[in-house]
């Protein structure tokens, strides 16, 4: 096998499992295609040390800490990934063919979107899911926050920390009992029940106001959906593994670690994991933890076999 691991994804899961492996002596390929899930946002946020860090830093950096422990990348999509002898062949949109014993899946979410005019556009830079990620930088401003079924109130009930000024729009949807619209009316939150017709700015300038369908136009700063998630890379399901109701791949324990999946030899790190809350300090700590665990599987192994880090006794 020409590498031991192949970690698909270089995001903040993917290279956190890179830089553990490399430090434990196991040689790392990194394949990556560029479509970060924070891309559209200019900053990231609430990760010691590294808060409001661009994205595209954060990963650079990373890249650097993993090569200094050889690990290697590709800016390539790996299209297939396939089980061969005691491991696996992967094949690269490069046409590049490679071998490795274990697998790592850190490929993350997509977020599927409402088709919304505008929607596409201000989202990361006006239209935001994460009132951790970006909602001081909105703090006090005239906020809005999309709710459309039950289980949102309390997401509503985030942002109206951030600010006294907030519009709750339900777009058409039937989804406050009396009681609970009260309780939001009380407080001064307004409740827009039209469906929006269309988010109005810039992803320059940021969201100015949300249209509704009745002719109206509400000026807002900063507007908070979440979004469903959904697996960013067909791989998974490619491998065999299930997509859970929350669009995720559940992750299983041992007593030796984590991010096991019904796939042997196939580990699953990060937003794509169950057993990661999608967020950047989260994925580093799983691909950490994931990253430990493949190399107990790989020093297990190899002990068995009689050598160390895959050379014969
Ligand atoms: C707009 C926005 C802003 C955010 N801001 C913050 C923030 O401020 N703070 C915070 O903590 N979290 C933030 N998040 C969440 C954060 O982006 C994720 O939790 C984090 O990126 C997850 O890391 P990951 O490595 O699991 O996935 P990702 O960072 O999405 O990385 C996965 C990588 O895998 C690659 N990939 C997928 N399939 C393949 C394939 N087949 N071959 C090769 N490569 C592949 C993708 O191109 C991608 O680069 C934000 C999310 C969004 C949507």
Same mark, same amino acid.
């Given at each position: 096998?020409?590498?031991?691991?192949?970690?698909?994804?270089?995001?903040?899961?993917g290279?956190?499992?890179?830089?553990?492996?490399?430090?434990?002596? +196991?040689?790392v390929?990194?394949?990556?295609?560029?479509?970060?899930?924070?891309?559209?946002?200019?900053?990231?946020?609430?990760?010691?040390t590294?808060?409001?860090?661009?994205?595209?830093e954060?990963?650079?950096?990373?890249?650097?800490?993993?090569?200094?422990?050889?690990?290697?990348?590709?800016?390539?999509?790996?299209?297939?990934?396939? +089980?061969?002898?005691?491991?696996f062949?992967?094949t690269?949109?490069?046409?590049?063919?490679?071998t490795?014993?274990?697998?790592?899946?850190?490929?993350?979410? $997509?977020?599927?979107?409402?088709?919304?005019?505008?929607?596409?556009?201000?989202?990361g830079?006006?239209?935001?899911?994460?009132?951790?990620?970006?909602?001081?930088?909105? +703090?006090?401003?005239?906020l $809005?926050?999309?709710?459309?079924?039950?289980?949102?109130?309390?997401?509503?009930?985030?942002?109206y920390?951030?600010?006294d000024?907030?519009?709750?729009?339900?777009?058409?949807?039937?989804?406050?009992d009396?009681?609970t619209?009260?309780?939001?009316?009380?407080?001064?939150?307004?409740?827009?029940?039209?469906?929006?017709?269309?988010?109005?700015?810039?992803?320059?300038?940021?969201l100015?106001?949300?249209s509704?369908?009745?002719?109206?136009n509400?000026?807002?700063?900063?507007?908070f959906?979440?979004?469903?998630?959904?697996?960013?890379?067909?791989?998974?399901?490619?491998?065999?593994?299930?997509?859970?109701?929350?669009?995720?791949?559940?992750?299983?324990?041992?007593?030796?670690?984590?991010?096991?999946?019904s796939v042997?030899?196939?580990?699953?790190?990060?937003?794509?994991?169950?057993?990661?809350?999608p967020?950047?300090?989260s994925?580093?700590?799983?691909?950490?933890?994931?990253?430990?665990t493949?190399?107990?599987e790989?020093?297990?192994?190899d002990?068995e076999?009689? $050598?160390?880090?895959?050379?014969?006794?």
């Open positions: 096998m020409e590498y031991d691991v192949l970690i698909i994804g270089g995001g903040p899961a290279l956190s499992a890179a830089l553990q492996l490399g430090r434990s002596l +196991r040689s390929l990194v394949c990556d295609n560029g479509e970060p899930r924070n891309g559209p946002a200019a900053e990231a946020h609430g990760y010691l590294r808060d409001g860090i661009p994205p595209e954060l990963r650079r950096l990373g890249r650097e800490e993993v090569s200094k422990y050889g690990g290697e990348f590709r800016n390539s999509q790996v299209t297939d990934v396939s +089980r061969a002898n005691d491991g062949t992967s690269l949109d490069s046409g590049e063919s490679v490795s014993r274990k697998v790592v899946l850190a490929t993350g979410v $997509g977020d599927d979107l409402p088709d919304t005019d505008g929607f596409e556009e201000l989202w830079s006006g239209v935001y899911h994460c009132p951790y990620c970006h909602g001081y930088e909105v +703090r006090d401003e005239p $809005g926050v999309i709710v459309t079924n039950q289980h949102m109130v309390d997401y509503a009930k985030l942002i920390n951030l600010s000024d907030l519009v709750v729009f339900t777009d058409g949807q039937d989804v406050f009396e009681a619209q009260s309780l939001f009316i009380e407080r001064g939150v307004r409740i827009e029940d039209e469906p929006i017709s269309a988010l109005n700015g810039s992803g320059d300038d940021g100015e106001s949300v509704l369908a009745d002719g109206r509400v000026a807002r700063h900063a507007l959906y979440p979004p469903p998630m959904e697996q960013h890379s067909e791989l998974p399901e490619q491998l065999g593994l299930e997509v859970n109701q929350a669009g995720l791949i559940d992750a299983t324990r041992s007593q030796h670690g984590i991010g096991f999946t042997e030899g196939v580990f699953i790190a990060g937003d794509a994991s169950s057993g990661s809350p967020s950047i300090p994925a580093v700590a799983d691909g950490y933890a994931v990253g430990a493949v190399n107990m790989l020093s297990k192994e002990f076999g009689g $050598g160390n880090n895959g050379q014969a006794p």
